[in-house]
């Protein structure tokens, strides 16, 4: 399964120009709220039309602004699971599954019974959807999302409304309902640990444009710019400069780090993790003296915020240390820890 889209999309001061090609059959793309990201998928299930560009589905053509080919959404084979699932509210469940299937009615009924046996459903047929649970209203969406039987599935931001025991249940159910498709799964979300769940490959996006592409591990390992830095989970972000070609001078505490990843001559910035540092007994390469500046508990660690000894206005290091445990007075930074970033 392959997907090849080059495309562009104005709105206002929004300016939407994304190209990517992939062969995963597990793509999570991940940006901040009005990224475009949303966009992107709209425009892959035909719900909205680009201005101009192509985009090819398993070597489909779905548009092509050039060609002038535009399928309409029931001709793309593309099914769309939107942020709030979207379900007709005057409809009970298994008409909301029989509304994405075209054919006979012998035909639509007989999908529909499997739609249902498939998504744990029974019992379910006759109720409206203000009559079923989160995980019911979701495993509905998707039965109606594959009734017409798409080659590939888009996941717009399916959690996101969602308290954190109920989003950890359907992110279950969704990847086992993901291990029996086989076709390709897209899927949008701001949070790191929803696309990293289900993902191979990750995409990064901002204000429109496509960051950086790559296998998740290699994402987090070296994401590069200081956006894809913050949104995976980069929250100490400071100045620093390169000094070599796996070392770079951090400014504030006069200090040099070594890196694993090399180290861009373009580089001005040093991204570190929250859960990377560790506890150090002394000087050494890549340890730093530090003191605690303030500390906020957590239910299983406590937030440090760290800096130079002496030296509160430096810029400073964000630490989640075990609770329980007295604050070091030294801290190692591995080398794969210690990101460089350019802006």
Same mark, same amino acid.
């Given at each position: 399964?392959?997907?090849?889209?080059?495309?562009?999309? $104005?709105?206002?001061?929004?300016?939407?120009?994304?190209?990517?090609?992939?062969?995963? /059959?597990? =793509?999570?793309?991940?940006?901040?709220?009005?990224?475009?990201?949303?966009?992107?998928?709209?425009?892959?299930?035909?719900?909205?039309?680009?201005?101009?560009?192509? !985009?090819?589905?398993?070597?489909?053509?779905?548009?092509?602004?050039?060609?002038? @080919?535009?399928?309409? *959404?029931?001709?793309?084979? @593309?099914?769309?699971?939107?942020?709030?699932?979207?379900?007709?509210?005057?409809?009970? &469940?298994?008409?909301? !599954?029989?509304?994405?299937?075209?054919?006979?009615?012998?035909?639509?009924?007989?999908?529909?019974?499997?739609? #249902?046996?498939?998504?744990?459903?029974?019992?379910?047929?006759?109720?409206?959807?203000?009559?079923?649970?989160?995980?019911?209203?979701?495993?509905? +969406?998707?039965?109606?999302?594959?009734?017409?039987? *798409?080659?590939?599935?888009?996941?717009?931001?399916?959690?996101?409304?969602?308290?954190? &025991?109920?989003?950890?249940?359907?992110?279950?159910?969704?990847?086992?309902?993901?291990?029996?498709?086989?076709?390709?799964?897209?899927? @949008?979300?701001?949070?790191?640990?929803?696309?990293?769940?289900?993902?191979?490959?990750?995409?990064?996006?901002?204000?429109?444009? #496509?960051?950086?592409?790559?296998?998740? $591990?290699? &994402?987090?390992?070296?994401?590069?710019?200081?956006?894809?830095?913050?949104?995976?989970?980069?929250?100490? =972000?400071? $100045?620093?400069?390169?000094?070599?070609?796996?070392?770079?001078?951090?400014?504030?505490?006069?200090?040099?780090?070594?890196?694993?990843?090399?180290?861009?001559?373009? +580089?001005?910035? &040093?991204? =570190?993790?929250?859960?990377?540092?560790?506890?150090?007994?002394?000087?050494?390469?890549? @340890?730093?003296?530090?003191?605690?500046?303030?500390?906020?508990?957590?239910?299983?660690?406590?937030?440090?915020?760290?800096?130079? *000894?002496?030296?509160?206005?430096?810029?400073?290091?964000?630490?989640?240390?075990?609770?329980?445990?007295?604050?070091?007075?030294?801290?190692?930074? /591995?080398?794969?820890?210690?990101?460089?970033?350019?802006?």
């Amino acid at each position: 399964m392959a997907l090849s889209l080059q495309m562009e999309r $104005e709105l206002g001061r929004f300016r939407l120009d994304v190209a990517l090609e992939s062969q995963s /059959p597990r =793509i999570g793309i991940l940006g901040a709220s009005g990224c475009g990201k949303s966009m992107t998928l709209k425009s892959i299930a035909g719900v909205v039309s680009p201005d101009r560009g192509h !985009i090819q589905v398993d070597g489909r053509l779905l548009y092509d602004s050039a060609k002038k @080919v535009n399928l309409p *959404p029931r001709s793309r084979q @593309v099914g769309y699971l939107f942020q709030n699932y979207a379900l007709f509210p005057t409809m009970t &469940v298994a008409q909301n !599954i029989a509304s994405g299937i075209r054919g006979p009615k012998t035909r639509r009924q007989d999908r529909v019974q499997s739609l #249902i046996a498939q998504f744990r459903l029974e019992g379910l047929e006759s109720r409206y959807p203000a009559q079923l649970s989160g995980g019911q209203q979701q495993r509905v +969406a998707l039965a109606r999302m594959m009734a017409p039987e *798409p080659l590939t599935i888009l996941l717009d931001e399916p959690f996101s409304a969602l308290d954190r &025991v109920l989003r950890d249940e359907l992110q279950q159910e969704l990847t086992d309902f993901l291990q029996s498709f086989s076709g390709q799964a897209i899927l @949008v979300s701001h949070r790191l640990e929803e696309v990293y769940h289900f993902c191979q490959e990750l995409i990064v996006m901002e204000q429109g444009h #496509i960051l950086l592409q790559a296998p998740r $591990e290699e &994402v987090l390992a070296n994401p590069r710019r200081r956006q894809a830095a913050r949104l995976t989970g980069c929250e100490t =972000i400071l $100045e620093a400069a390169p000094v070599g070609e796996h070392r770079l001078r951090l400014a504030g505490w006069n200090v040099e780090l070594t890196t694993a990843q090399v180290v861009s001559p373009d +580089a001005t910035l &040093v991204g =570190i993790r929250p859960n990377g540092p560790l506890p150090a007994n002394g000087l050494g390469d890549n @340890v730093v003296e530090v003191e605690v500046l303030r500390e906020a508990a957590g239910p299983f660690d406590l937030r440090a915020t760290l800096v130079p *000894p002496g030296a509160p206005q430096a810029p400073p290091i964000l630490w989640n240390r075990p609770g329980g445990s007295a604050a070091p007075r030294w801290l190692y930074l /591995p080398p794969e820890q210690v990101l460089p970033l350019e802006e």
